[in-house]
């Protein structure tokens, strides 16, 4: 179980290490290296004191929605057997590569990209919030609420960057987000025996074993 674990940190460090290695030549293809260091030392206590703000909320709201709605339990349900018996190393590492892979492609990359051809802060932080959300589509209808939720919260790490300029904000925010809720799903397991099917039935949703 703990060398499977590893190959899924594994694999999901090379596709963000990707994601990363993109964003970070876009920029200096757009900007040029003097101006890439700038995204990581403008305004740099208020991009990281926004981040941590930011991923309070959402890591309260989390909580909560997993407590006391459906679709917050279903997410759980599902990420548990995704994610279920990782050690906190396992949430760390997996946190950190998509907290720098996703906010480098899409926050410093993509996003000043899209409000430079649109001529609008708002509509470019809005595409690339929708971007966002398009990688994070389910491909079961229960779980659509995680790309409702990849959209909000990209929308904020956008704001932030577009307001201090500083890309660590975003990317401390989305590391800390992606650990905690995590580490959470991971401390319950995955479910015991056999795997866990989710279904509609009657605008509700079951829980069933198979």
């Given amino acids: 179980m703990r060398g499977r674990n590893w190959a899924k940190v594994i694999a999901v460090g090379v596709v963000y290490s990707v994601m990363t290695a993109a964003g ?8 040029g290296r003097e101006a890439f260091w700038q995204i990581a030392a403008n305004d740099l206590w208020s991009s990281l004191g926004l981040g941590v703000g ?12 997993a407590a006391h709605t459906n679709w917050g339990r279903t997410l759980d349900a599902f990420f548990a057997q995704v994610f279920g018996g990782f050690s906190l190393l396992h949430c760390a590492a997996t946190a950190l590569a998509s907290g720098i892979g996703e906010e480098m492609l899409f926050r410093a990359a993509l996003q000043p990209t899209a409000i430079a051809l649109t001529h609008s802060t708002t509509l470019g932080i809005a595409l690339t919030s929708l971007a966002f959300g398009a990688v994070h589509l389910p491909f079961r209808r229960e779980l659509f609420p995680w790309t409702i939720f990849a959209v909000g ?6 704001a932030i960057y577009a307001w201090t300029g500083n890309i660590a904000g ?9 650990g905690v809720n995590l580490a959470r799903i991971a401390r ?21 074993r198979r």
């Fill in 170 to 178: 975003p990317m401390l925010a989305h590391a800390l987000i992606n």
């Fill in 54 to 65: 930011l991923a309070t909320a959402v890591l309260w709201y989390s909580g909560w929605s």
């Fill in 188 to 208: 319950k397991g995955a479910p015991a025996g056999p795997k866990l099917t989710i279904h509609e039935k009657g605008g509700m949703l079951e829980f069933e």
């Fill in 24 to 31: 970070v030549l876009w920029v200096i293809a757009r900007d």
């Fill in 153 to 158: 919260t990209s929308v904020a790490f956008g």
